[in-house]
């Protein structure tokens, strides 16, 4: 009768054991992880000759190309910022007026919450008013990715202030992030794993490697800079968390209805290969919105830079239907 008795305390033993040590190393990584956050704090600086102008309640960055011409006003997508359409801007802007902006929260303007797509379609109504893009100067919305959401809600509430709308590389459909996603990884670790993963070359240029694919040129120092440096600004982490908590931005579904019987001009463009999309989307999507069949491009997510000429020739196009 002893024996079961002394196995069963010696069992005891060893799980206490366990937990103490499991309790340990717990201890041990979030003191690391508090310390390590600590180092790490420090902020990115911003580079010299940024430009910006006060739209609504944000602090808008923006970009610019070419003076002549119809406007068109370019809208990035998730981690993205106006320097993702330097290709796409230079080549549009040699007979458009080209503006691209960073969206509150990515990149170099103000973060300025709630980071949701009304907010973010309010800083394009105000950023086209604060650059006099009014009346026969009202411009076409390109918005790329998740950017496609806050050009369609920005097109609906804009009214004659939007001269046409194009989706490129999005969809606008709800694709809300898991909540465990956001819960399963909680602070100080979340904040660990992000800045580690933002420190890495590699990992930047895996992502990008991934999305843009073999048309694409590499990322040099230099340009791994341009996709880290924005996500190292303050508030760009908190964005991001509330990106994971509340979804990518999208359009409900009355919301794409009044698109869709709306008479304004539309476009829809997607890469090929696009990884995040069927081969039957870009129909899909040209459907739900209203929109002529879509044009098909070669590349993958970053058309605007793995195929500049060819959507740079379908905003053309839809830029004269919009004059017409």
């Excluded at 970009?63 to 801007?89: C, K, M, N, Q, Y």
């Excluded at 843009?212 to 791994?224: D, E, F, M, T, Y």
């Amino acid at each position: 009768m002893q024996a079961p008795a002394t196995a069963g305390r010696r069992a005891g033993r060893v799980a206490r054991r366990l937990l103490l040590w499991l309790v340990i190393a717990v201890v041990l990584l979030t003191v690391a992880s508090l310390l390590g956050n600590a180092a790490t704090s420090g902020r990115a600086s911003r580079p010299a000759g940024l430009k910006s102008v006060a739209a609504g309640d944000v602090q808008t960055r923006y970009r610019t190309w070419g003076a002549t011409g119809s406007p068109v006003v370019l809208i990035p997508g998730a981690f993205e910022t106006a320097d993702t359409f330097a290709a796409l801007g230079a080549r549009l802007g040699s007979d458009h007026r080209v503006y691209a902006l960073d969206l509150t929260g990515t990149g170099y303007s103000q973060a300025m919450a709630p980071f949701t797509v009304a907010h973010f379609a309010a800083q394009v109504l105000a950023f086209i008013a604060a650059m006099g893009l009014t009346g026969r100067d009202a411009p076409v919305l390109v918005g790329h990715s998740s950017g496609a959401a806050v050009a369609g809600l920005a097109a609906i509430e804009g009214g004659r202030r939007v001269a046409g709308v194009m989706f490129l590389d999005g969809d606008a459909e709800q694709l809300a992030v898991p909540s465990f996603l956001h819960d399963l990884v909680i602070d100080p670790y979340r904040t660990t794993v992000f800045r580690l993963g933002l420190s890495s070359d590699w990992v930047i240029r895996s992502i990008y490697s991934s999305q843009c694919g073999p048309a694409c040129p590499r990322l040099s120092k230099a340009g791994i800079e341009v996709w880290r440096r924005p996500l190292q600004q303050p508030g760009a982490e908190s964005a991001l968390w509330s990106t994971l908590r509340t979804g990518i931005p999208s359009l409900t579904g009355p919301q794409l209805g009044r698109l869709r019987a709306s008479s304004l001009p539309k476009g829809v463009v997607f890469g090929a290969d696009d990884p995040q999309y069927s081969k039957a989307a870009p129909a899909q999507v040209a459907a739900r919105i209203g929109a002529p069949p879509p044009t098909i491009v070669p590349g993958r997510h970053l058309t605007m830079i793995s195929s500049a000429p060819q959507v740079a020739a379908a905003i053309r196009a839809l830029c004269r239907r919009a004059s017409s």
